[in-house]
């Protein structure tokens, strides 16, 4: 018996490599490719939430925001093997394989406007972002408001929608909003943002699926219901020829943003993609240091500001001479062009107009940055 031990004990030994090997392979494999299995949802339970949530005025409990959380991931499963994005996993083993060619053509025709998009509209991100989370919505839903109107507070359609998320005046009132000849919350990023939180949980009530949820804020629930009744399926893969164009590219430009906005990929190929969107260069503001007189200096005030602010646009809101503007802040629309935030220097007076009109100014900053970037790429 101990010679056979023995035996047993060397041949073990042997296997130990090879036996190591096999379990980082599984480990490997078990990463990308391991389908989280969806757990039972309540869907009266569910709807009673979502109806309680539309309907409330006052900040969302913390356990219905996580019970949303929970539940609403789901909407993603036509998408995503397991519901959501993960960065630190390329992007070809979870994503549907139908997306990848689906999306190839806006790819190549707007990947690059993506790309500045993905620079210039970070403080926008982060401030949807903020408030999806507070609905237990997924946060990939903010770039719906790319494919709507390039994250543009001002963007109006010939349909007569308005703002980052192109309500049409009759939608917005029944969400809260007030839209008449003197006040138009459409186009104020916090309400309009809020509002579209409410609307699009409502949609995802009556369909369960995000896929269609963008296919129904485009095109209307009702021709959804009909893809649905005439194929028998609510898979967004399954109907998708049974949805008007528009409302099915306005999937796949959903997609192709996603994609681009998550991965920073330049080439198209869904196979090299690991990125996060918030993942920017970094750059250290301290070389740019002002040469202030001593009594500038104790005039002067700080305040630290991120976003795509404009050095030329601030001044004109402030009543301040470019040179002047530069003189206190040397390298202002380089810094933050990189993601960085910087350290705002004024004289007193002056920043007290500043935090007067903040919003506003960053709103005209954004705006003329995003008809530079398409200036660019219509020529």
């Keep these: 018996m101990k010679k056979i031990a023995s035996i047993l004990i060397s041949v073990l030994l042997l296997l130990q490599p090879f036996v190591a090997a096999a379990r980082s392979t599984d480990a490997s494999q078990v990463l990308t490719d391991t389908i989280v299995p969806k757990l039972p949802v309540d869907t009266t339970k569910e709807n009673k939430v979502i109806t309680e949530v539309i ?27 397991n519901y959501s994005y993960n960065s630190s996993i390329p992007y070809s083993s979870q994503v549907n394989p139908n997306a990848e060619t689906y999306m190839q053509d806006y790819l190549q025709s707007h990947q690059g406007y993506l790309l500045q998009l993905k620079k210039t509209g970070v403080t926008y991100f982060n401030l949807i972002d903020r408030i999806l989370s507070q609905y237990g919505l997924p946060r990939e839903l903010k770039y719906l408001a790319v494919i709507e109107s390039d994250l543009n507070s001002n963007a109006l359609s010939i349909k007569g929608a308005r703002g980052p998320w192109q309500f049409m005046p009759y939608t917005a009132r029944d969400y809260g909003l007030v839209v008449n000849q003197n006040e138009d919350d459409r186009i104020d990023y916090f309400k309009s943002t809020n509002a579209a939180a409410k609307y699009l ?44 164009e528009e409302s099915r590219n306005h999937v796949k430009k959903f997609i192709a943003t996603h994609y681009v906005m998550e991965t920073g990929n330049t080439d198209g190929n869904v196979a090299n993609s690991n990125f996060n969107y918030s993942d920017l260069s970094v750059l250290d503001s301290s070389r740019f240091t002002a040469n ?40 202002f629309n380089h810094v933050l062009s990189t993601g960085s935030s910087y350290k705002l220097q004024l004289p007193s007076e002056k920043m007290e107009i500043f935090k007067s009109k903040k919003f506003e100014i960053l709103n005209e900053s954004v705006t003329q940055l995003l008809q530079d970037v398409k200036s660019n790429f219509s020529q």
Excluded: C
């Design 55 to 81: 309907a409330s005025k006052d900040n969302l409990k913390k356990d219905k925001v996580d019970y949303l959380a929970n539940v609403t991931k789901y909407g993603f499963k036509d998408l995503f093997k």
């Design 201 to 244: 949980l409502s949609l995802y009530k009556d369909l369960k699926d995000w896929l269609l949820v963008i296919a129904a804020y485009n095109g209307g629930e009702g021709r959804v219901f009909s893809a649905i009744k005439k194929t028998g399926s609510r898979n967004f893969w399954d109907l998708q020829y049974n949805l008007p």
């Design 292 to 331: 202030l007189t001593e009594a500038e200096k104790s005039r002067a005030v700080s305040l630290e500001v991120a976003g795509r602010y404009n050095a030329e646009i601030i001044a004109k809101n402030i009543s301040m001479s470019q040179e002047d503007f530069d003189h206190y802040n040397p390298g």
